[in-house]
């Protein structure tokens, strides 16, 4: 049964404009805010689990996994009683994600209290707006509200986004110091499975939620490699860009399609390196980066997020343990170059470029210096807003451009109401400043992936202007929502730009 906290937020409205569209207006209007409890919470847990110190290098800050469904047969009263029914017991499997984070008094870190205080289910409503209306190719005008903001400290915000034409999106918000790409992926996958497989959720390898800071705890004594202090800088408001021109980046979905990565992969391999789709795709990005950059500045750069689980050292790390794991074992990969290196190279040589740029991080040992170089720096966290992050995403130096690759991850996405048409992750980066890119594979299970991007106005001129057209923009009809783009559209789209 539901276990509700009684609180339900008055409606609250959020309006986009859609030039060129048949609807002129996209209105998210929040229609409810509920606590739910988790049923049957675990004996014994722990009242309160320290993060590790792999989840302190990233810190706190949301993020979001968006799934986004055509009209179900069944309706969407159906969907919402699903969710509603469903979610104490999820909470009771996952119980961390009823609690809160909340700052230790002594130490000044952060922790997560398993108090069963309850995640949120919020439901809300698109309008008069139906799937097909939606310009899905620019994130400021569609991803970007349906992640609905929520409140500091929740684990867990469940948002049920409802549109005119019978389809629906579900959202998961979390914080990131409880997930990386591979824990947060893990939910909805363990919602799949909560309604629909033979025994349930509890058919499900328990997540390892206590096994937090005794998985990934500090070497005695700690060692690493002096290069490590050069990597990370407080996150300072004295040394991020400022709020405008954080503002002038611009917000982009684009599609890329199976046969456009099998290309650019073979373009990128050589008798003796096969590159990967991922080392493919980001030697073309690198190219166009280094396009939009040329006469600006004389480098460039690329960095990567690494997911360490495979080669975590099973001798040091229980596989069991480490694939049941939701937390952060994630790392900064990068590499800078010159302009003209980046732009007159082979695409198979700037692949093999990125190739050796995440091998230089993906090594058991790496995590285990980057344990041990938090655990000497956690007094920052007793200052005020006290956080560490990394050089290449501030935004100084030359341009950088991070690439967060969330293709290893399936998301099933189905849980009695069809598969989902879109699966994207989703975060707000605040005042970082350098442009980013999060790429996740398409539910279609084509070989297909989907990009979000944070842009400088320039790049994306230089990305939609590509003449191989490998980024193509995401729009409702190649999602699979609807009508095929207009030529109306595709102007009004340009002249955004």
């Not at 003796?272 to 280094?290: D, P």
């Not at 750069?301 to 952060?328: H, I, K, S």
């Given at each position: 049964m539901p276990c509700p906290v009684s609180y339900v937020e008055p409606p609250t409205q959020s309006t986009l404009v859609l030039d060129g569209m048949p609807t002129e207006r996209l209105d998210v209007v929040v229609a409810s805010r509920e606590l739910l409890r988790a049923s049957d919470p675990p004996p014994g847990f722990p009242a309160t689990l320290a993060v590790s110190n792999l989840d302190l290098i990233f810190g706190s800050f949301h993020v979001?996994?968006?799934?986004?469904?055509?009209?179900?047969?069944?309706?969407?009263?159906?969907?919402?009683?699903?969710?509603?029914?469903?979610?104490?017991?999820?909470?009771?499997?996952?119980?961390?994600?009823?609690?809160?984070?909340?700052?230790?008094?002594?130490?000044?870190?952060?922790?997560?209290?398993?108090t069963n205080a309850g995640a949120e289910l919020v439901v809300a409503d698109a309008g008069a707006t139906p799937l097909a209306d939606v310009d899905f190719a620019d994130s400021d005008r569609s991803i970007s509200r349906v992640a609905l903001p929520f409140a500091r400290g929740l684990a867990l915000s469940l948002q049920l986004v409802r549109f005119a034409c019978g389809g629906f999106a579900l959202a998961w918000g979390t914080d990131h110091l409880l997930v990386d790409g591979h824990g947060l992926t893990a939910l909805p996958n363990a919602w799949a499975d909560l309604l629909l497989r033979a025994g349930g959720l509890w058919s499900w390898a328990p997540p390892a939620h206590r096994e937090r800071t005794d998985l990934f705890g500090p070497r005695n004594p700690p060692r690493y490699s002096p290069?490590?202090?050069?990597?990370?800088?407080?996150?300072?408001?004295?040394?991020?860009?400022?709020?405008?021109?954080?503002?002038?980046?611009?917000?982009?979905?684009?599609?890329?399609?199976?046969?456009?990565?099998?290309?650019?992969?073979?373009?990128?391999?050589?008798?003796?390196?096969?590159?990967?789709?991922?080392?493919?795709?980001?030697?073309?990005?690198?190219?166009?980066?280094?396009?939009?950059v040329a006469g600006s500045d004389a480098r460039c750069r690329m960095a990567w997020l690494v997911d360490g689980r495979r080669r975590l050292d099973p001798?040091?790390?229980?596989?069991?343990?480490?694939r049941r794991y939701l937390g952060n074992v994630v790392t900064y990969a990068s590499r800078e170059e010159t302009v003209d290196a980046v732009s007159s190279a082979p695409l198979a040589d700037v692949a093999a470029m990125a190739g050796a740029?995440?091998?230089?991080?993906?090594?058991?040992?790496?995590?285990?210096?980057?344990?041990?170089?938090?655990?000497?720096?956690?007094?920052?966290?007793?200052?005020?807003?006290?956080?560490?992050?990394?050089?290449?995403?501030?935004?100084?130096?030359?341009?950088?451009?991070?690439?967060?690759?969330?293709?290893?991850?399936?998301?099933?996405?189905?849980?009695?109401?069809?598969?989902?048409?879109?699966?994207?992750?989703?975060?707000?980066?605040?005042?970082?400043?350098?442009a980013s890119m999060m790429m996740a594979r398409s539910p279609r299970e084509d070989g297909s992936w989907v990009i979000t991007a944070r842009l400088w106005p320039r790049l994306a001129e230089v990305i939609e202007a590509d003449p191989e057209a490998v980024l193509k923009p995401a729009t409702a009809a190649r999602l699979g929502f609807g009508r095929a783009p207009t030529s109306v559209d595709v102007v009004n789209h340009a002249s955004r730009m």
């Amino acid at each position: 049964m539901p276990c509700p906290v009684s609180y339900v937020e008055p409606p609250t409205q959020s309006t986009l404009v859609l030039d060129g569209m048949p609807t002129e207006r996209l209105d998210v209007v929040v229609a409810s805010r509920e606590l739910l409890r988790a049923s049957d919470p675990p004996p014994g847990f722990p009242a309160t689990l320290a993060v590790s110190n792999l989840d302190l290098i990233f810190g706190s800050f949301h993020v979001y996994l968006i799934n986004i469904y055509p009209s179900p047969p069944a309706g969407l009263p159906a969907v919402l009683t699903a969710v509603r029914a469903a979610l104490p017991t999820f909470l009771s499997r996952f119980f961390p994600f009823a609690g809160r984070i909340v700052t230790n008094a002594s130490t000044g870190l952060p922790e997560i209290a398993c108090t069963n205080a309850g995640a949120e289910l919020v439901v809300a409503d698109a309008g008069a707006t139906p799937l097909a209306d939606v310009d899905f190719a620019d994130s400021d005008r569609s991803i970007s509200r349906v992640a609905l903001p929520f409140a500091r400290g929740l684990a867990l915000s469940l948002q049920l986004v409802r549109f005119a034409c019978g389809g629906f999106a579900l959202a998961w918000g979390t914080d990131h110091l409880l997930v990386d790409g591979h824990g947060l992926t893990a939910l909805p996958n363990a919602w799949a499975d909560l309604l629909l497989r033979a025994g349930g959720l509890w058919s499900w390898a328990p997540p390892a939620h206590r096994e937090r800071t005794d998985l990934f705890g500090p070497r005695n004594p700690p060692r690493y490699s002096p290069s490590l202090d050069a990597e990370f800088t407080r996150y300072d408001a004295s040394g991020l860009p400022n709020a405008l021109l954080v503002a002038s980046f611009v917000r982009r979905n684009y599609v890329v399609a199976a046969a456009d990565v099998d290309r650019l992969r073979a373009a990128a391999s050589t008798p003796a390196r096969r590159a990967t789709r991922l080392e493919a795709l980001s030697a073309h990005v690198w190219k166009l980066l280094a396009i939009a950059v040329a006469g600006s500045d004389a480098r460039c750069r690329m960095a990567w997020l690494v997911d360490g689980r495979r080669r975590l050292d099973p001798a040091r790390f229980d596989p069991y343990v480490v694939r049941r794991y939701l937390g952060n074992v994630v790392t900064y990969a990068s590499r800078e170059e010159t302009v003209d290196a980046v732009s007159s190279a082979p695409l198979a040589d700037v692949a093999a470029m990125a190739g050796a740029a995440i091998a230089e991080v993906f090594r058991s040992e790496r995590f285990e210096e980057l344990v041990d170089w938090m655990e000497e720096r956690k007094e920052v966290f007793k200052q005020e807003g006290g956080k560490w992050t990394e050089v290449v995403g501030v935004g100084t130096g030359s341009p950088a451009l991070v690439v967060s690759a969330f293709v290893p991850f399936k998301v099933e996405g189905d849980f009695g109401f069809g598969r989902p048409r879109l699966v994207m992750p989703w975060i707000r980066p605040g005042r970082l400043g350098s442009a980013s890119m999060m790429m996740a594979r398409s539910p279609r299970e084509d070989g297909s992936w989907v990009i979000t991007a944070r842009l400088w106005p320039r790049l994306a001129e230089v990305i939609e202007a590509d003449p191989e057209a490998v980024l193509k923009p995401a729009t409702a009809a190649r999602l699979g929502f609807g009508r095929a783009p207009t030529s109306v559209d595709v102007v009004n789209h340009a002249s955004r730009m």
